[in-house]
């Protein structure tokens, strides 16, 4: 792992924005995963400034979201689908139909896992994933758990998760359910970039670094991926 730890939000946001903006650039038809909260939005803000000046096209790239809630709607303001549209490509020239989530609704998870594995192996498979990771170390919606998993996968959502996100949802109650893609979905991208800032993240940040690989901290299994580029501010490394 590359670590990399920065002053402020706004630096990490160029930095891994830079990231993305550089490998479209050389690769226009690039496969790119995506992640959803408040960490990446910097990132977004940067790729999209850029397309804003002629500076990239996104417009050959190809688009995979890490998960989505069940049973919420598509387009209600708090799926994820709604958050990429909102704060990425709603402001990038990314063609729709190029665009893929989960769908959290899909009547049988299993056919819709086996449909979105299909759909990133026939796109050529992930060139670069943007992860953050959440206080108990989940990247995507992979909780803690006694095995790392695969392909994606409907997950119950544990407490920290529930309450982290909660604060979102002021219409409904937040969904106890995801669709997520799996550990082993995530591990075959063939780049990662990696980014958390703030204190509350510092315990995952140094589990995910320093520790023991478990599926306790699904995070650590990056130690095991031979690209993974971390950019942290300085709460975020406190503890390394
Ligand atoms: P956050 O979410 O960026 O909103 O903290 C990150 C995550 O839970 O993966």
Do not use: D
């Given at each position: 792992m590359d670590v990399f730890i920065l002053d402020t939000k706004e630096e990490i946001g160029q930095k891994a924005g830079k990231i993305y903006v550089d490998f479209v650039k050389a690769k226009p038809n690039a496969v790119m995963g995506f992640a959803t909260g408040i960490t990446p939005i910097p990132t977004y803000n940067y790729m999209a400034e850029e397309c804003a000046k002629g500076n990239v096209s996104f417009s050959q790239m190809t688009t995979f979201n890490l998960d989505e809630y069940c049973d919420l709607p598509k387009e209600h303001k708090n799926s994820f689908y709604m958050f990429m549209m909102d704060n990425l490509f709603s402001k990038i020239d990314v063609k729709p139909e190029n665009i893929n989530f989960l769908d959290g609704n899909a009547p049988d998870w299993q056919a819709e896992s086996k449909r979105y594995a299909d759909a990133i192996i026939n796109a050529g498979g992930i060139d670069v994933q943007f992860l953050g990771i959440g206080?108990?170390?989940?990247?995507?919606?992979?909780?803690?758990?006694e095995e790392f998993t695969d392909e994606a996968f409907k997950v119950k959502l544990t407490d920290s998760t529930i309450e982290a996100n909660s604060i979102y949802f002021d219409d409904i109650a937040m969904p106890r359910y995801a669709m997520t893609m799996g550990i082993g979905s995530i591990m075959r991208a063939k780049k990662i970039v990696f980014v958390a800032t703030g204190k509350a993240k510092a315990e995952a940040v140094k589990e995910m670094i320093k520790g023991e690989v478990t599926p306790h901290c699904p995070a650590s299994i990056l130690q095991k991926h031979n690209d993974v580029t971390v950019f942290l501010d300085k709460d975020a490394a406190s503890l390394l």
């Open positions: 206080r108990n170390g989940h990247i995507g919606f992979n909780e803690p758990a």
